[in-house]
C-alpha cells in the first residue's frame, strides 16, 4: 500500500538553527515525492518536486531510496518559513499525502 | 488569474442532507481532482476529472460524486451526509500539457461542517 508518514506534527527551532521535516514513504515502484507547503491563510502549494532536484527558498530534499525517504532540509531556518508541509507521493496521477508538520520558527 | 476557484467558503449541513460544492479551475487547467481534508490530516484524494469524465476515484463511498461541466469547472456531491463528513474540501487543477509532476494548483477549500 502506499502511505507517506510525517512522524514530527510540531517542529520548533529558533530563526537561523537548521531544520530537517522527515518523511518516509511506502510505495512498491519508482517513487515520484513532492513537498507542499501551506502559510498562514494561504492555498497549499507546491514547493518542490525530487525529479527536479531543486533548492527552493533555500529547501533540499533528496530522495533516499534505502531508507524510503524524502526529508526537507535547510541550512539555516527564517522566520517566514513558519508553515504547515506536507510531504506527497504520486500515485497513478494522483497524491498521497501525509499529515503534516507544522514548522514553527521563532526569532 | 484568479487561480481555482471554490464555493462556498463555509457550509453548515445536518446529517442525512446533500450538498454540492463548486470548483472553477484555474485558467487554461482541464484536469480537476477533490481531496478531502479532516483536521489534523493530509488532504486525501476522493476522485478526478478529466473530459468531463471520472478519471481517477480513490477510497470514498457512493455516496460521493461529482461532475465536469464543458468549461471544466467542476461539482463535488455528497448525499446522506455523516458526522464524519465534517472537513474541509479542496479542489485541485493541473494543466493538460504538464502531467503531475509539475504539481497542482490548489484552492482555498470550502470547509464544510454537519451538525
Known amino acids: 500500500a502506499q502511505r507517506v508518514t510525517q512522524p514530527e506534527k510540531l517542529l520548533s527551532v529558533f530563526k537561523g538553527a537548521p531544520v530537517e521535516l522527515k518523511c518516509n514513504y511506502s510505495?512498491?515502484?519508482?517513487?515520484?515525492l513532492f513537498w507542499y507547503v501551506q502559510y498562514s491563510r494561504q492555498r497549499l502549494q507546491l514547493l518542490l518536486r525530487h525529479i527536479s532536484r531543486e533548492s527552493i527558498k533555500g529547501f533540499t530534499a533528496d530522495l533516499n531510496k534505502g531508507e524510503t525517504s524524502f526529508h526537507l532540509k535547510k541550512p539555516f531556518a527564517q522566520e517566514e518559513d513558519s508553515a504547515m508541509y506536507y510531504c506527497a507521493l504520486k500515485s497513478f496521477q494522483k497524491l498521497v499525502f501525509g499529515t503534516g508538520t507544522r514548522l514553527l520558527v521563532s526569532p | 488569474d484568479a487561480g481555482v476557484t471554490q464555493s462556498p467558503t463555509h457550509l453548515i449541513k445536518t446529517r442525512g442532507q446533500q450538498v454540492t460544492l463548486r470548483c472553477s479551475p484555474k485558467?487554461?487547467?482541464?484536469?480537476v481532482s477533490w481531496y478531502q481534508q479532516a483536521l489534523g490530516q493530509g488532504p486525501q484524494f476522493i476522485f478526478q476529472?478529466?473530459?468531463?469524465?471520472?478519471?481517477q476515484r480513490g477510497n470514498f463511498p457512493d455516496r460521493f460524486s461529482g461532475h465536469q461541466f464543458p468549461n471544466y469547472s467542476s461539482e463535488l456531491n455528497v448525499n446522506a451526509l455523516l458526522l464524519g463528513d465534517s472537513a474541509l474540501y479542496l479542489c485541485a487543477s493541473r494543466s493538460p500539457g504538464q502531467g503531475l509532476d509539475y504539481g497542482y494548483t490548489f484552492g482555498s477549500g470550502t470547509r464544510l461542517t454537519v451538525v
Open positions: 476529472y478529466y473530459e468531463e469524465e471520472e478519471r
Open positions: 485558467s487554461g487547467h482541464d484536469t
Open positions: 510505495y512498491s515502484g519508482s517513487p515520484e
